[in-house]
């Protein structure tokens, strides 16, 4: 079974549409998306209304943030929300599309469990917020207490940093381990990056495909300038959340 994995696409619709292109072209169906279609981007409807589509859909801080009241986010990022909820509210699209949007977000699990597969957004421990970044190999304490939750392999996103955590404390990005990695007998957790705004110093996109035992990592790019001048159109988005989509930060 060839799967592609998806997160943190942020309502960046030209990000999104530069990835589901690339996954056609590999022939693959089966699409999961580990969660947070909205905040930042200008975009969420319409962000919204291609995932809908999707194999398995999780719900990621920032959607939860849309339905309800965000916590702990910085004033950009609650701006960008408080924005976005008013689009969903009041945008595109007719009474009743704009309703099916609001239940396709509020009827989101926070989890997916496939045998030894578990799918989430943030960590195992904490599905929706937790944070696992790569320098969290030097906190043993936090790392063992994740892993305990895993059943074999985790696959997450949340930071925005694609690469692979093992049992043994260790992070490989995907440039170490040449875009590719051989699930085996050891538990791992693998962060599939960024559709909407990577952040490891590469403004391209990133997925995963996940064929049998092997997780490949993708790179595609998209006219991110196109989605920079939307954010800057829009008052309430800070230019910054466009700026950070050029430098991939």
């Avoid at 909820?85 to 997916?112: D, I, M, V």
Wanted: aromatic share 10%; hydrophobic share 35%.
């Amino acid at each position: 079974m060839k799967r592609a994995l998806i997160s943190d696409l942020h309502s960046n619709i030209e990000g999104l549409e530069a990835v589901l292109a690339d996954i056609q072209s590999q022939g693959i169906t089966e699409i999961y998306c580990l969660g947070d279609l909205v905040g930042y981007g200008p975009n969420p409807a319409e962000v919204i209304d291609k995932i809908m589509k999707c194999r398995v859909c999780l719900l990621g801080n920032h959607d939860q943030g849309a339905l309800f009241d965000p916590e702990g986010f910085n004033s950009g990022a609650e701006r960008a929300i408080f924005w976005t909820r008013n689009q969903l509210e009041n945008g595109s699209g007719s009474a009743e599309t704009r309703q099916r949007r609001w239940n396709f977000l509020g009827e989101l699990p926070r989890t997916h469990t496939e045998n030894n597969l578990l799918f989430v957004h943030g960590s195992a421990r904490n599905p929706l917020n937790e944070y696992v970044f790569p320098e969290d190999i030097y906190n043993r304490r936090k790392l063992e207490n994740v892993f305990l939750l895993v059943p074999r392999y985790a696959f997450q996103g949340h930071t925005h940093v694609p690469g692979v955590f093992t049992e043994s404390f260790h992070f490989f990005s995907p440039e170490e381990l040449g875009y590719e990695y051989r699930l085996g007998h050891e538990k791992a957790m693998i962060n599939v990056g960024s559709v909407g705004q990577p952040r490891d110093g590469d403004s391209r996109s990133c997925y995963v495909v996940l064929e049998d035992e092997v997780v490949r990592f993708r790179r595609v790019e998209y006219p991110f300038e196109k989605t920079i001048a939307k954010i800057y159109a829009i008052p309430e988005l800070d230019n910054f959340l466009g700026d950070r989509l050029r430098d991939g930060r």
